[in-house]
């Protein structure tokens, strides 16, 4: 293998990631037009529950608006959310297309009558990668759900 293949993978492995760890970012910076923007323009996202005895997805969501409608429904009414992303493992790499798998825990606050609840949240994501005009963006992302504890946040 020359190196300027090496070269190359490094640069699209490290542009992954920075694209996974852009989507985390916009979310808690509450930026969900630029979360979608992050979606290839017939992106799709799809929503599991984590349920082994399922594989239906409980929400699909298919091109930038519909999925930058989804982001904003879903978040805007925690205070604040919080999403670390732990490993995140390049799978498949081959010219403009890859596929890969993030762990993330995700914390989100919630004030309702001023009692403040932490919810924290485990995912997996699996993601289908498309490079448009020399730009990593999701082509799909598998969203799986976890487990979910939920607790009083002293003020």
Known sequence: MS???SLQQ???RSALRDLVDAYAR???????????AL??????????????????PVQVLTGR???GSGVTA???DFEQTFHFNGQSTVLTLSGDQATGETYCIAHMV??????????????RYRDTFTRVDGTWLFAERQLIMGFTEQRP???
């Open 65 to 67: 608006d519909e999925i």
């Open 3 to 5: 190196s300027d293949v």
């Open 153 to 155: 946040l002293a003020a």
């Open 110 to 123: 919630t004030n309702a009558a001023g009692a403040r609840t932490l919810t924290a949240m485990t995912i």
């Open 10 to 12: 490094f640069a699209d």
């Open 26 to 36: 916009r979310a808690d910076v509450r930026d969900f037009g630029g979360q979608a």
């Open 39 to 56: 979606y290839a323009e017939n992106g799709r996202v799809a929503v599991y529950t984590g349920d082994p005895s399922t594989n239906e």
């Open 74 to 76: 879903t978040l805007k």
